[in-house]
């Protein structure tokens, strides 16, 4: 009974499954990205850091990566710079 127990309980805080995400939103294709990235122009630069302490931020992380909004929210956000 209580292997059961911790399985159904790891079930329910592992990460990737769906039930998390907003509404509306969908998981893309998993894109390998590096760990770090550094970017120079002119005078700006941007610099961006991948990191986690464990699998289960790891995890977290790459699916926050693959979430995809509506196309009617990329639709609108671009029209407005426009």
Sequence with gaps: ?????????????VPGDGASQPA???????APLPDSLAEFRDDFSI?????WADDAQRELIQTAERLLPPESLIERASTDFV
């Design 1 to 13: 009974m209580r292997i059961l127990l911790l399985v159904v309980g790891l079930g329910l805080i």
């Design 24 to 30: 509306g939103y969908s998981e893309g294709p998993v």
């Design 47 to 51: 610099r961006v850091s991948r990191a």
